[in-house]
């Protein structure tokens, strides 16, 4: 299976028959992914984006491989038939489990954008010794990120822990509160992560107490800013295929749930402001 895939990616890059004004495509089991959505909006401030998140199916962390590749491959197609131009795949357990088959799904007509290999490998290249990663069960289980930053630095020693806490908490709206202080608290004090010098966030979720997480830390531990780098590395995929929608001063958002939630809309309205529309969709 990963050589059919690795062979998709390479055998078509040819995304002549795509425009720039085509909108792109997100997805995410939650809010999570509205951490990358949001630094896309940011970075490409032009761009048209619909954004699915399946909050009926989260926590993805806890779900079976089948399950999330399930998931993971009716929303590429659900987005595919909503014209994008590319998909970001903005959720880790996601990425770790379902990557190959959203990469065969989309069959090359599109460019496919993961959470975890921009990250692995932007770290890889820098100065870091000791890498924690802190993500779902089902992203510490497939050792993707231990695989992909080794497969670009050797030397680099990297402990991964699940944390499956945090992202029913942040769901439930818990921030700067007791709950995700203690949390957090009881994590990052895991002796697996004793020696670290920098902590990626291996869930799109976790951004989102990027600022308590900062503050266990003090400035002893660099945290890793991973919607910043993967909306960075869409800007380049984009720009190399001349996918950018560079003139489009009042882009189109649009959200599709799979359940309504009170907390997606409050951090969705946040980010991209009072008058957007949440659309249920089941698939």
């Known amino acids: 299976m990963h050589k059919i895939s690795t062979h998709l990616k390479t055998k078509k890059q040819d995304y002549s028959?795509?425009?720039?004004?085509?909108?792109?495509?997100?997805?995410d089991s939650g809010v999570g992914g509205l951490t990358?959505?949001?630094?896309?909006?940011?970075?490409?401030p032009n761009e048209n984006l619909i954004y699915f998140g399946d909050t009926k199916h989260l926590p993805y962390g806890e779900k079976s491989k089948e399950a999330i590749i399930e998931y993971s491959t009716k929303i590429t197609n659900f987005l595919l038939e909503q014209n994008c131009k590319a998909i970001v795949i903005a959720c880790n357990t996601a990425t770790a489990n379902a990557l190959n088959e959203v990469v065969e799904s989309v069959a090359?007509?599109?460019?496919?954008?993961?959470?975890?290999?921009?990250?692995?490998e932007k770290v890889s290249y820098e100065i870091h010794?000791?890498?924690?990663?802190?993500?779902?069960k089902a992203t510490v289980n497939s050792g993707l990120y231990k695989k992909s930053i080794r497969k670009h630095n050797k030397w680099i020693k990297v402990d991964e822990l699940a944390t499956p806490l945090l992202v029913p908490a942040i769901e439930e709206g818990f921030k700067n509160h007791p709950i995700t202080h203690a949390i957090i608290y009881n994590y990052l004090s895991n002796s697996k992560l004793?020696?670290?010098?920098?902590l990626i966030l291996g869930c799109t979720?976790?951004?989102?107490?990027?600022?308590?997480?900062?503050?266990?830390?003090?400035?002893?531990?660099?945290?890793i800013d991973s919607p910043n780098i993967v909306a960075n590395h869409l800007k380049i995929i984009l720009d190399k295929y001349?996918?950018?929608n560079e003139n489009n001063p009042k882009p189109d958002y649009r959200f599709y749930l799979s359940d309504i939630t009170k907390n997606f809309e409050k951090i969705s309205k946040k980010f991209f402001g009072k008058s957007i529309d949440l659309e249920f969709k089941t698939l």
Not at 129 to 136: E, Q, R
Not at 194 to 198: L, Q
Not at 209 to 221: A, C, P, S, T, W
Request: a positive charge; zero cysteines; aromatic letters at 6%.
């Open 17 to 27: 028959h795509l425009s720039s004004n085509q909108p792109i495509g997100i997805f």
């Open 36 to 44: 990358v959505a949001k630094e896309i909006k940011r970075l490409l």
């Open 108 to 120: 090359g007509k599109v460019p496919v954008i993961d959470v975890i290999n921009p990250v692995a």
């Open 129 to 136: 010794n000791n890498v924690g990663v802190i993500a779902t």
């Open 194 to 198: 004793k020696n670290i010098e920098t």
């Open 205 to 223: 979720h976790y951004p989102l107490l990027i600022d308590e997480i900062k503050q266990y830390y003090g400035n002893r531990v660099r945290v």
């Open 242 to 244: 001349n996918l950018l």
